[in-house]
Nanobody
Framework: QVQLTDSGGGSVQTGGSLRLSCGVS????????MAWFRQAPGKEREEVAR???????RYADSVQGRFTISRANAENALYLQMNDLKPEDTAVYYC???????????????WGKGTQVTVSS
């Protein structure tokens, strides 16, 4: 069973940057696509970015060009570099793992506990 530990959140001003990290443990014998989701107060959880087993990436329109997802398999880690942050990026960010089934499914199998990102104007 994969376990995820996300970290790196904090408070920044508009235009600032943060780098989220996700440690992956229990990664044995299976391949996973990885993703970052976020949930703002009063809103549904939404996918921000994902990376598949071939390192192809996909981003939500709202973060395209500002956020970069990457993975370091040797370190069992996933990252989200967030630049030019805006107040609307304020949310709890969750790392997620999606077991590769010949494709990356829509719904994650495993979630991190979340890390708070707050962007002030």
């Amino acid at each position: 069973q994969v376990q995820l530990t996300d970290s790196g959140g904090g408070s920044v001003q508009t235009g600032g940057s943060l780098r989220l990290s996700c440690g992956v443990s229990g990664y044995i014998g299976r391949r996973y696509c990885m993703a970052w989701f976020r949930q703002a107060p009063g809103k549904e959880r939404e996918e921000v970015a994902r990376i598949d087993i071939y390192d192809a990436t996909r981003y939500a329109d709202s973060v395209q060009g500002r956020f970069t997802i990457s993975r370091a398999n040797a370190e069992n880690a996933l990252y989200l570099q967030m630049n030019d942050l805006k107040p609307e990026d304020t949310a709890v960010y969750y790392c997620a793992a999606l077991e590769y089934l010949g494709y990356c499914p829509r719904t994650p199998d495993v979630w991190g506990k979340g890390t708070q990102v707050t962007v002030s104007s």
